[in-house]
């Protein structure tokens, strides 16, 4: 038995070595890009996604061997113009979110890793109507309404990730999100102008995986 002594150790050695190898290896590369990709596939597949609790649509990370930084964000923009009769509408929306994290590893199988760790954001959300009205003794009256919305949040966050190669991965992930929101109406049509809806709200939700994340790494 004693003359197999080194052998065992360095069977011991290696398989321990091997097992920091897989672990360190699990991310060939430091940096690595994401992209929502669910209603991508949701079109593909000819059905109707509801990612609306996902809102970040592209992703930065910075990977450690066992922890790492976060980063999504997400802007929509659109302006449109519609006709009904003599009412002409003119619309624009500006919609803004940014988010910072912190996450730490555990891997689970070298394909596998999960996370977990903790984001915070801010989003803000503006929306303009302009709608003239086109009167039969040849006038315009005007009506505008603007809306602001700033929020402000963060929790903590789990999320499960699978290794398609050392370049292409995929996840998805769950959160507690804490957030406030602070949001106004104001209002003009000529005459008044005023302020209405006024609103602070608190809120506490729990976010189930409904989003899948593709993500590149270079």
Known sequence: MIKFFPIILLLFIGIRLQAQKDKVDYYAYRNMLGLNATNILGNL?????????????????????????????????????????????????????????????????????????????????????????????????TFTSEFDKKSFGGGPFIRFEYKVSSRLYLSTESSLTYSRSDSKRVFNDGIINASDNVSHINELELILPQALFVHVAF
């Open 45 to 141: 597949l000819s059905i109707n996604p509801n990612n609306t609790n996902s809102p970040y649509s592209v992703s930065y990370r910075r990977l450690g061997r066992k922890q790492g930084f976060r980063s999504g964000i997400h802007l929509n923009y659109r302006n449109s113009e519609s006709a009904e009769g003599l009412i002409f509408n003119n619309s624009e929306r500006t919609f803004l979110l940014a988010s910072i994290g912190y996450e730490r590893y555990l891997n689970v199988h070298k394909r596998f890793l999960f996370s977990y760790g903790i984001d915070i954001f801010g989003s803000y959300d503006k929306e303009t109507l302009v709608q003239n009205f086109f009167l039969g003794s040849g006038g315009v009256s």
